[in-house]
């Protein structure tokens, strides 16, 4: 007799345990469509699943509404979540959500040294599974031009926590200062005395006359004295290139 009763309670309580692995379910899938968005990634899918749990200590009931808590969504490929039975004699039950997204973005065709300029022939947009990817990126502009600190494999998701500024003017290196204003140019040889990226300012010696100025890094072998406004060869100050060399300095300044 007792054990028909416990069996019956058990099938009872069945509808409002799925409830609850439907409500989190929903809650994680939430979270990672919301992270995809604000990562910008195209053609995103999304899988979640709920682990099975001990159905023994699963909660049987609640006479108020159940909370559904995210407690730890970090890695995609392993989230927490509790569902709360508020009052003096609620409970907690924890959850653990394992989820996974895919998505076209930007993957290395060929390998790639650390530091080299990266150029649209070297990459391509795959659909990959990019839950366990921090950075991976859609928008094949944003990584152009830019460098990776770690060398890259052909066929390796890029991140955009990787990428950084190359380094257009070595230590040593002959560069050509270019001054223009009011629509005159100057060209004159240099020695580049510092490395530098696109947008930075390095020491320069004007070969010509031997004098150290401060320039500022235009392109590959190319640069400009500081003091003049920057020409249309500068990098805006909202595109990304700008905004990888004001990250960079800030670090240092930290």
């Not at 927490?80 to 004699?89: K, M, T």
Request: charged share 25%.
């Amino acid at each position: 007799m007792l054990a028909a009763l416990a069996s019956g309670a058990a099938v009872a309580a069945e509808p409002f345990r799925a409830e609850l692995e439907a409500r989190v379910e929903a809650a994680a899938r939430a979270h990672l469509q919301a992270e995809v968005e604000r990562a910008g990634l195209r053609e995103p899918s999304v899988e979640v699943e709920v682990l099975p749990r001990d159905r023994n200590g699963a909660p049987r009931g609640c006479p108020q509404e159940v909370e559904i808590t995210a407690l730890d969504t970090r890695f995609a490929t392993r989230m927490r979540f509790a569902a709360v039975c508020p009052g003096e004699q609620g409970w907690r039950s924890e959850y653990v959500v394992r989820g996974s997204v895919t998505a076209l973005v930007v993957v290395a065709t060929t390998g790639v040294r650390a530091g080299e300029p990266l150029v649209e022939e070297q990459l391509a947009l795959e659909r990959r599974d990019v839950s366990g990817v921090a950075g991976a990126v859609s928008d094949m502009r944003r990584v152009v031009g830019l460098a990776s600190r770690r060398a890259l494999r052909g066929g390796q998701v890029v991140s955009e926590r990787w990428l950084i500024q190359p380094v257009l003017v070595e230590r040593g290196d002959s560069v050509t200062i270019v001054a223009r204003n009011a629509g005159i140019e100057v060209r004159v040889p240099g020695e580049a005395l510092e490395s530098g990226r696109r947008g930075e300012i390095v020491r320069v010696r004007n070969t010509a006359t031997e004098q150290v100025i401060r320039a500022r890094v235009v392109e590959k072998g190319t640069v400009e004295p500081a003091e003049l406004p920057k020409t249309h060869s500068s990098p805006a100050s909202g595109s990304p290139m700008a905004r990888t060399c004001r990250a960079r300095r800030s670090s240092f300044s930290a």
